[in-house]
Nanobody, 125 residues
Framework: QVQLAESGGGLAQAGDSLRLSCAASGRTVSSLTMGWFRQAPGKERDFVAAIKWRDTTYYVESVKGRFTISRDNAKNTVYLQMSSLKPEDTAVYYC???????????????????WGQGTQVTVSS
């Protein structure tokens, strides 16, 4: 079992930065595929970013160059640094964990077995 707890969400203005944290327990993040997804009101949960066991990272096109996913193995925590925020980034952000190898892409929610409760990010224009 893996428990995930997100933090760091809040209110921001367009152009601001926020850093989301996902503290994991039960397994070490270095052995897992870790991902961030987001769900805007009335929309499906969408992939944002992922980091795999060799620190290979993946991003949805709309956040490339603005968001950075990283992990601190000593703290067993994964981060999502968000810069140049836009109103369309407003959503509940979820951290997710899955095995290092899965038949699906790290962009696919089926890769992930464990999910956090989510943290709200609201960006005003």
């Amino acid at each position: 079992q893996v428990q995930l707890a997100e933090s760091g969400g809040g209110l921001a203005q367009a152009g601001d930065s926020l850093r989301l944290s996902c503290a994991a327990s039960g397994r070490t993040v270095s052995s897992l595929t870790m991902g961030w997804f987001r769900q805007a009101p009335g929309k499906e949960r969408d992939f944002v970013a992922a980091i795999k066991w060799r620190d290979t990272t993946y991003y949805v096109e709309s956040v490339k160059g603005r968001f950075t996913i990283s992990r601190d193995n000593a703290k067993n925590t994964v981060y999502l640094q968000m810069s140049s925020l836009k109103p369309e980034d407003t959503a509940v952000y979820y951290c997710a964990a899955g095995p290092a190898y899965r038949e699906w892409s790290s962009r696919d929610s089926r890769t992930y077995d464990y999910w956090g409760q989510g943290t709200q990010v609201t960006v005003s224009s």
